[in-house]
Nanobody, 115 residues
Framework: QVQLVESGGGLVQAGGSLRLSCAAS????????MGWYRQAPGKQRELVAT???????NYADSVKGRFTISRDNAKNTVYLPMNSLNPEDTAVYYC?????????WGQGTQVTVSS
């Protein structure tokens, strides 16, 4: 059973920073493509950033230059440092893992950016 557990969310002022972490268990972490998605109230879940098992990355235009996805396969963890946060970044952030058509989600962590 694959489990993904996010941490690191919270309340921060505009211009501040947070670092999200997602710890995986129950699988061979290194073979998975990992990603971060977010869902704001009343909006659909959207891609924030992804990283393949070989390290290729993809970012939403809205976070390019501010967020950086990384992974530590030895720790079974994927990270998302977020800088220059603004109120539009307020959402529940979800960790996602994909392998051979299977997708897994964490429970989400709330990020709130005050103006």
């Amino acid at each position: 059973q694959v489990q993904l557990v996010e941490s690191g969310g919270g309340l921060v002022q505009a211009g501040g920073s947070l670092r999200l972490s997602c710890a995986a268990s129950g699988t061979i972490f290194g073979i998975y493509a990992m990603g971060w998605y977010r869902q704001a109230p009343g909006k659909q879940r959207e891609l924030v950033a992804t990283m393949t098992s070989t390290g290729a990355t993809n970012y939403a235009d809205s976070v390019k230059g501010r967020f950086t996805i990384s992974r530590d396969n030895a720790k079974n963890t994927v990270y998302l440092p977020m800088n220059s946060l603004n109120p539009e970044d307020t959402a529940v952030y979800y960790c996602n893992g994909r392998y051979l058509g299977n997708a897994y989600w964490g429970q989400g962590t709330q990020v709130t950016v005050s103006s």
